[in-house]
């Protein structure tokens, strides 16, 4: 590995780059463990999938919550109301939060469980190098640990993206307008990709889309240099939508409450 990055990988890394791949080759232990694991094989393979398709129907559930008043022309009794401009509306993000979050694990769970109870929970403990799909990756995990790291990850793109959604609603006030970000964020980037130009792949590597696919951002060399170091995309990605998705909650609010109603 370390003689194909100073050959082959010689035009697509900087020094630095290299010396961070490297460094985190020889962190492996090996020779690498290796165990029947056709469970987290197919969890890897389908749970993305699974994962996009549940942020979809999501946005179609979330997309209405802050227009609902304006198509039905009831915005007016909304904001008349006690508590119409304060808690009514943060009972609208927390409504949102609370759809996102049940449904999303309610799904997954059932999903993990029935995959493992008729496969088996055999190779968590293999690390992800062990299996042809990850054999290149530098991260030093194992099969599980990839997993919980998929899960998360994805629950936290959905959530993210439907911020979005509920963010377009309540400016637009139109749940047609918003029910198409989550459409934008997850397709339009696979029409970009596979480009031969580095920055923007480092780019696409960084878009919303690719927490709802975190088996393929392990299997990739998507590296990012920031103040002189290098660091690997996962915990970039994990950092930066969790900070925009706590910037992101405070601004519906304050969209939303401010409307003006029409008669």
């Known amino acids: 590995m370390k003689n194909w990055l100073e050959t082959d990988g010689k035009d697509q890394f900087s020094?630095?780059?290299k010396s961070y791949l490297i460094r985190a080759y020889e962190k492996m232990k090996t020779p690498l463990y290796y165990d029947y694991q056709a469970g987290w094989k197919n969890l890897f393979q389908y749970s993305p999938s699974i994962i996009m398709i549940l942020t979809l129907v999501l946005g179609?559930?979330?997309a209405g919550i802050f227009s609902g008043e304006f198509q039905l022309k009831a915005n007016a009794v909304f904001y008349s109301s006690y508590y119409g401009r304060n808690k009514?509306?943060?009972a609208k993000v927390k409504a949102g939060a609370i759809i996102i979050t049940a449904i999303y694990w309610a799904v997954m769970l059932l999903y993990t469980m029935l995959v493992l109870g008729i496969l088996g929970v055999d190779g968590a403990n293999c690390p992800i190098q062990s299996s042809m799909s990850g054999w290149k990756s530098i991260y030093n995990i194992t099969n599980a640990q990839e997993y919980i790291l998929i899960v998360l990850g994805g629950y936290l793109?959905?959530?993210f993206m439907q911020s979005?959604?509920?963010l377009v609603s309540a400016k637009t006030n139109?749940?047609?307008i918003a029910v198409i970000v989550p459409f934008i964020l997850?397709?339009?980037p696979s029409f970009l990709s596979g480009t031969s130009l580095p920055l923007l792949n480092k780019i696409l590597g960084l878009l919303p889309d690719q927490m709802l696919q975190m088996n393929q951002v392990v299997k990739f060399f998507n590296?990012?240099?920031?103040?002189g170091k290098v660091f690997c995309a996962v915990p970039i990605l994990i950092i930066s939508y969790s900070i925009l998705l706590l910037l992101i909650v405070p601004v519906i609010y304050f969209i939303y409450r401010r409307k003006e109603v029409y008669s």
Not at 223 to 227: F, P
């Open 174 to 176: 139109s749940s047609v």
């Open 223 to 227: 590296l990012y240099e920031i103040g």
């Open 88 to 90: 009514a509306v943060w």
């Open 15 to 17: 020094e630095k780059e």
């Open 186 to 188: 997850i397709f339009l």
């Open 164 to 166: 979005l959604t509920m």
């Open 157 to 159: 793109g959905c959530l």
């Open 60 to 62: 179609f559930l979330c």
